[in-house]
């Protein structure tokens, strides 16, 4: 496997982020936090001399032993069975219409995407779903079509893309050798609805469409090294109004969505943020189990218009702000992606990498021009 910077990327991207932190509201110290959303509360400061240097740990290491037979994945940070190590992950296409509700077997996804994908229909978005086991997979979806921003996403997770279709504009992105797809091969099932709302992955599909396109099911020369996020140690939890001396209340955040209203609502129980759409908590169609996640990431990004279709590309290869929210707080982050097939990564104020929690993550781009109106409560 390809190392995911060497040295000299590694310098290149700090450098951007530290000059990028200075110039955004989100990494200054003063009011210009707030500037960047909508906030109902103070932020949180700690008073505790531990949060004077934000890169040492403030809570007590503990540790845990993997399960025999098990390894952390690189994916979720937790443990998973040895013998998928080396098995690459897909990116399904899911369609978030809401008339393709309800969703089978996206509470099972590792790691879900929610993008904006067109301009019109009140910026209606779709997911794309991580998916490490996908051999465990009987029925998911439904599936739809996929435009260039998911194709550059899909790339940093070495994943096979899967979809029905999409305009032309994949095209150019799709004849590169790391873009790996499988379009429209998918199972029809009848579920009394339109024909474009039907298509799925059922169990057997994923397995013949590797053997038919000669894909390898394994990481291939284009795959980056390690894990994706950098996570905590397994067994240690990460409290961001502990580690950082400036972070913010967020029991829910409310995304600049119009079509699809989405809100993430942190539940106390689990302690992990539920999706909600359509004025509803989203739940799987057959065991009815949430869209649940341990991290929540918001990456401010602005995105270019392809044509008069609304069809649109994110400019998701450069550097933004963001934030990333984990056990009821947020705090203020940055972002950097230096190619087609580079990992983005995550960092803090001090230009140190963000240290996330293990468990699923949500990740969401948000348009630049709607970025301040994130909501937190």
């Excluded at 904006?116 to 991580?130: A, E, L, Q, Y």
């Excluded at 394994?218 to 972070?247: C, M, Q, V, W």
Aim: net charge negative; charged share 25%; aromatic share 12%.
């Amino acid at each position: 496997m390809l190392l995911r910077t060497n040295g000299k990327k590694m310098a290149a991207i700090m450098a951007c982020i530290l000059a990028f932190s200075a110039l955004t509201a989100c990494g200054s110290k003063g009011d210009g936090a707030e500037s960047s959303l909508q906030l109902s509360a103070e932020p949180i400061t700690s008073n505790d001399a531990a949060t004077e240097s934000t890169s040492e740990e403030t809570t007590e290491e503990v540790s845990y032993e993997i399960p025999e037979g098990m390894y952390l994945s690189e994916i979720t940070g937790e443990p998973i069975s040895e013998e998928i190590k080396d098995q690459r992950p897909i990116a399904v296409m899911v369609d978030n219409e809401k008339t393709a509700l309800a969703h089978f077997e996206t509470a099972d996804a590792d790691v879900v995407y929610e993008i904006m994908n067109s301009t019109k229909n009140d910026r209606i978005t779709r997911f794309m779903c991580i998916v490490k086991d996908w051999g465990k997979i009987k029925q998911f979806g439904s599936i739809r079509s996929t435009r260039p921003t998911n194709i550059l996403l899909a790339a940093e997770w070495n994943a096979v893309l899967c979809h029905d279709g999409g305009p032309y504009h994949n095209d150019a992105y799709f004849k590169n050798p790391w873009a790996e797809h499988f379009s429209g091969t998918f199972s029809r099932v009848d579920n009394g609805k339109k024909r474009e709302f039907t298509e799925y992955i059922v169990s057997g599909d994923l397995e013949k469409n590797f053997k038919n396109s000669g894909y390898s099911t394994t990481y291939n020369e284009y795959a980056n090294e390690g894990s994706h996020f950098n996570f905590a140690p397994y067994g240690k939890e990460i409290n961001l109004d502990e580690k950082y001396s400036r972070s913010y209340p967020a029991k829910s955040v409310s995304l600049p969505f119009k079509h699809t209203g989405t809100q993430l609502k942190y539940n106390e129980d689990t302690k992990e943020y539920e999706q909600y759409e359509y004025d509803a908590r989203h739940e799987d169609a057959e065991t009815n189990a949430p869209l649940s996640f341990k991290n929540v990431i918001l990456q401010n990004c602005s995105f270019n218009q392809l044509d008069e279709n609304g069809y649109l590309i994110y400019n998701c290869i450069g550097n933004g702000n963001g934030w990333y929210l984990t056990n009821g707080v947020a705090k203020d982050i940055t972002w950097v992606k230096d190619s087609m097939t580079g990992v983005t990564k995550f960092f803090d104020e001090n230009g140190d990498e963000l240290q996330i929690n293990t468990g699923k993550t949500y990740i969401s781009l948000i348009p630049e021009d709607t970025w301040g109106n994130v909501v937190f409560e």
